[in-house]
């Protein structure tokens, strides 16, 4: 068979949040397995394929950033972070260090599901090669680096398109300021954010249909910027990242010991 | 043996000596020509003058020798018998009585004066010293800045490498690079005190010689310091030790005149009531919100559960438990906030932001509570970037909506409005609901405050704009409240102070 339920890696020492997190999933198709310590984590990591993996910060035996680094020292797997802590700063250090994307505890399941699948998403394209990313009026064809509204071609700057290439990159996902600092104007530039806001307000003037409550390219207040979660495409076979392992059954669901 | 200070001493005493029998021979040379040429008589006189001018410039010492080289060179050129040093003459011995007594009271006039010049120029020294020392203690944030403050000052007045060990208890400040083991033992033995020297000289490797020494020996929270003389002499090291306590019986006068003691005292309690403050948050937000990310978190997923799609009683019921465990999330961050707020630990993360970008995802976060009012957003085209922490205020604006939500009928409209008026930004926020009484505006701004005349019917802790508030004069911005009265709704406004010279500039960014 060539498409199976998407796995998912819930690693958190509170019980109570695993087993919702688990029910949740698997009431919408996600097979789910489980960690309750870091070591753990990394372990189930290393032996089974995983589509994505959902860390709590405040693990007993290390800090989830460790296991995110560890993990990404082999794994390109989508990581978003469960977290109490939330300021602005901490987000930006856990996005620099690999996580994909943070959700801040407490958090309804629809808005955790709505992120697993932007990331599910991503994955799919990057296997599939995918070079357009559709958000809806908004096309951009980053292989043509051709951006269309409303199917009518738009006229970009250069700066003006990289900005919109490098979130497409990551759309659906938040990317910090810092980040799209260096990529478009170079790493002296980091800290330059009125850059920023000045050529997203005429990025945003050619893009959104209404550039006042803009709906493509949205604000991460003191993050950074996210461009609005991709169209569904044609539904397709879901093609996970990990398919090359294959073994994994749809109804299967493992709990890697408590 | 000789120490070096004497010997510099001798080695200036020496040139003086030698520069004023120049003096009086260059001095001869000429008189000599002078009577020669012009039969002058005698110009025994005329040696007075490298006396005064040994005694003011060379000192005593000098000066007799001048008075006596002078005596002997008029005696020998001037007086009869002539070319001998024989005096015979009794003009000569009152010359010779004359000029030593010149020499020694101008040269003790010329000595005082002089060494009246340096007290005064090495006051003035002083005079800056302490002004910039308890300028900086002023300044001091905390122990550590006291202490390097210490440090620095003991420095400058010794003129020696000072090395701090702050009230023996954290075992030094750590600022340069640590003092060999001996003196660290010397300092731990220093700052037991009970009955221990306050003071030691202690011979480390390499016949360094460190001087340790209580800083005061009746307040150990000056703590004690260490000073590196390098090498010298037991003569050198005693005098120095002398000196040492004089200068630190001043800065210990000056520590305890500028009540450094209390300052240290209160900085450590500060210290200590910050970390009880910051572990008792960390843990409230984290024992408290844990237990709350399960509630909602398993509400969220049983209100989806296709089970429970047809039974609309027990859906409503997961529901409340869902808007409970939001509502009691949001008292939590508030209390939160309000003690951050009260430990004035307020501290904005200031950007260039874009004022559209904070109204807009207050709106957003505020969607649901939103969703039976009629909400118009007006906002001004071009706005000013405003150098703010976006975060802080959009907590803030998010507070003015729920007050507005919280205050007005279902069904009504309510406006977020931002413009630029003269050097601020204002983003405003209206309802058409409860109104103010005049009573009310005067005390709205503060803790605890809850409208009296909704109170019962309407929750919340009273911390709302109080947080607010505080939010945004933390950003440099300020909070109003107008309502025409009672029942004919409340407009809130945030003024933020816009720069516009401020906004810096984009280099080389042509970029069409």
């Known amino acids: 068979m060539n498409e199976h339920s998407p796995i998912v890696l819930v690693v958190d020492d509170e019980i109570q949040i695993r087993r919702f997190l688990r029910t949740g999933f698997e009431l919408n198709g996600f097979v789910v397995h489980e960690a309750a310590t870091g070591a753990e984590a990394i372990r189930s990591a290393t032996l089974r394929p995983i589509d994505v993996v959902l860390i709590d910060l405040g693990l007993p035996d290390m800090d989830g950033s460790e296991v995110i680094e560890r993990i990404r020292s082999w794994s390109s797997v989508p990581i978003i972070v469960l977290s109490v802590r939330s300021t602005e700063a901490q987000k930006v250090r856990l996005l620099e260090m690999g996580a994909d994307d943070y959700v801040v505890k407490p958090f309804g399941m629809a808005e955790l599901l709505a992120r697993v699948r932007v990331l599910l998403r991503r994955q799919m394209r990057a296997v599939s090669g995918e070079p357009t990313v559709k958000i809806g009026p908004l096309t951009i064809d980053l292989a043509a680096r051709a951006v269309l509204l409303n199917d009518k071609r738009l006229t970009l700057t250069p700066k003006e398109y990289r900005l919109l290439q490098v979130l497409a990159q990551h759309a659906g996902n938040v990317v910090t300021h810092q980040h799209l600092l260096k990529e478009v104007w170079g790493s002296i530039h980091v800290h330059d954010t009125h850059y920023l806001r000045i050529f997203v307000r005429k990025l945003r003037q050619k893009i959104e249909p209404h550039p006042e409550s803009p709906r493509i390219l949205v604000t991460e207040l003191g993050v950074g910027y996210r461009l609005a979660q991709p169209a569904e495409g044609e539904p397709g076979p879901w093609t996970p990242a990990a398919a090359a392992a294959g073994t994994a059954s749809p109804a299967k669901t493992e709990k890697t010991e408590s | ?512």
């Open chain 2, 1 to 512: 043996m000789l120490s070096a200070h004497t010997l510099e001493r001798l080695r200036n005493e020496l040139r003086g000596v030698i520069l004023t029998i120049g003096l009086v021979a260059l001095l001869t040379l000429g008189v000599f020509a002078a009577v020669q040429a012009s039969g002058l008589g005698h110009g025994s006189v005329v040696y007075l003058l490298p006396v005064l001018i040994a005694a003011i410039r060379w000192g005593v010492v000098s000066a007799i020798v001048a008075a006596v080289c002078g005596v002997l060179a008029s005696a020998f050129f001037f007086f009869p018998p002539l070319y001998s040093l024989r005096i015979t003459d009794p003009q000569e011995v009152v010359n010779l009585f004359l000029f030593i007594v010149v020499a020694v009271v101008v040269s003790q006039l010329a000595t005082r004066l002089r060494r009246q010049l340096e007290l005064a120029q090495r006051r003035e020294v002083d005079l800056r010293d302490l002004y910039a020392f308890s300028r900086r203690l002023a300044g001091a944030f905390g122990l550590s800045d006291i202490h390097a403050a210490i440090e620095d000052h003991l420095a400058s007045v010794l003129q020696s490498d000072v090395i701090l060990f702050a009230g023996g208890r954290d075992g030094g400040s750590g600022r340069r690079p640590g003092a060999p083991q001996p003196v660290l033992d010397a300092v731990a033995k220093v700052a037991a005190g009970g009955g221990a020297p306050s003071d030691a000289a202690v011979h480390a490797g390499g016949g360094e010689i460190w001087l340790v020494h209580a800083v005061s020996p009746k307040n150990a929270e000056f703590g004690v310091v260490a000073i590196n003389l390098g090498r010298k002499s037991q003569d050198e090291v005693d005098e120095l030790r002398v000196r040492l306590d004089a200068v630190l019986a001043d800065a210990a006068a000056t520590l305890e005149r500028l009540d450094v003691a209390h300052a240290i005292g209160e900085a450590r309690m500060r210290a200590q009531t910050e970390q009880l403050r910051e572990a008792l948050i960390e843990s409230v937000s984290h024992e408290l919100r844990t237990p709350l990310a399960s509630i909602l978190g398993a509400a969220t997923v049983l209100s989806a559960a296709p089970a429970l799609q047809n039974e609309k009683k027990l859906k409503a019921l997961v529901h409340d438990v869902r808007d409970e465990a939001e509502r009691l999330n949001n008292d939590i961050q508030n209390l939160l906030d309000a003690t951050r707020i009260s430990s004035d630990g307020v501290r904005p993360r200031a950007e260039w932001a874009e004022p559209a970008d904070i109204v807009n995802s207050a709106l957003e976060r505020c969607r649901a509570r939103l969703a039976e009012r009629r909400l118009a957003v007006d906002l001004a085209p071009d706005l000013p970037l405003v150098h703010v922490d976006p975060v802080l205020v959009q907590q803030a604006l998010v507070q003015m909506i729920d007050n507005a939500v919280k205050y007005s009928p279902a069904g009504s409209r309510i406006t977020a409005s931002a413009r630029a008026v003269n050097s601020h930004l204002a983003i405003s926020v209206s309802d058409e609901g409860a109104g103010l009484t005049k009573a009310e505006q005067a005390k709205m701004w503060d803790r605890f405050v809850r409208g009296e005349r909704h109170a019962a019917l309407i929750g919340g802790s009273g911390l709302g704009l109080w947080i607010a508030n505080a939010f945004v004069a933390a950003n440099g911005g300020s909070m109003s409240a107008v309502s025409p009265g009672p029942d004919l709704g409340t407009t809130t406004t945030i003024e933020l102070p816009v720069t516009q010279a401020a906004v810096p500039h984009m280099e080389g960014e042509e970029d069409e």
